[in-house]
Nanobody, 128 residues
């Protein structure tokens, strides 16, 4: 199984960026997907999650209204559209896959222990 993130980069405050994560080696529709991030010296934190169909989405409070998660099951890809970026959004962003039996609640999606597979991450660096 591979999850490969892309789309990170250096951005100015207020800019937008779209991250992509392509999954291979698994039946994509059998997994919910999530995005997490880890800033230097901090623990990994939940950003957003999405159910297998794309209907159910979950967001951390600090990204509500700014970030949007979506998925394209035909392309085995999950996206994170990030708008109004702030310097504090600087982090390595990881995508991860959670099996459907892991639950469908916010608590399930926000808990990194629910996830079975992880990508290597993509760096997002914001400046003021």
């Amino acid at each position: 199984v591979q999850l490969v993130e892309s789309g990170g980069g250096l951005v100015q405050a207020g800019d937008s960026l779209r991250l992509s994560c392509v999954a291979s080696g698994l039946t994509f529709r059998n997994y919910g997907m999530g995005w997490f991030r880890q800033a230097p010296g901090k623990e990994r934190e939940f950003v957003a999650g999405i159910g297998w169909s794309g209907v159910n989405t979950y967001y951390a409070d600090f990204v509500k209204g700014r970030f949007t998660i979506s998925r394209d099951n035909a392309k085995n890809t999950v996206y994170l559209q990030m708008n109004s970026l702030k310097p504090e959004d600087t982090a390595v962003y990881y995508c991860a896959a959670v099996p459907l039996y892991g639950g469908t609640s916010y608590s399930a999606y926000s808990d990194p222990r629910s996830y079975q597979y992880w990508g290597q991450g993509t760096q997002v660096t914001g400046s003021s």
